[in-house]
């Protein structure tokens, strides 16, 4: 059973960055498409980004384009998502997954962008 833990969440002021990792656990990890997802107060879930097993090809959301991206490091079995230009909007608990219902998804990792 993989599991997933994601860091690096925070507080941060309008404009700043943050960088998130996602730990993978188990050695299949460069066998998946991987997906970071969010959940602001009040809404459901929505995806930001997936990146394919070799990391060739990579997607982002309309709303996170141009100021995230995503990368990962098959050799340690990690995701990341380094978050550029901040707004209040990005606030939410960001998570990562394997699978495209997000069913694997770990703890989450809280980003807080506020003044």
């Known amino acids: 059973q993989v599991q997933l833990v994601e860091s690096g969440g925070g507080l941060v002021q309008p404009g700043g960055s943050l960088r998130l990792s996602c730990a993978a656990s188990?050695?299949?990890?460069?066998?998946?498409?991987m997906y970071w997802v969010r959940q602001a107060p009040g809404k459901g879930l929505e995806r930001v980004s997936r990146?394919?097993?070799?990391?060739?090809?990579?997607s982002y959301a309309d709303f996170v384009k141009g100021r995230f991206t995503v990368s990962r490091d098959n050799a340690k079995n990690t995701m990341y998502l380094q978050m550029n230009s901040l707004k209040s909007e990005d606030t939410a608990v960001y998570y990562c997954?394997?699978?495209?219902?997000?069913?694997?998804r770990g703890q989450g990792t809280q980003v807080t962008v506020s003044s």
């Open positions: 997954a394997r699978d495209s219902e997000y069913r694997s």
């Open positions: 188990g050695s299949t990890f460069r066998d998946y498409w």
């Open positions: 990146i394919s097993p070799l990391g060739g090809k990579i």
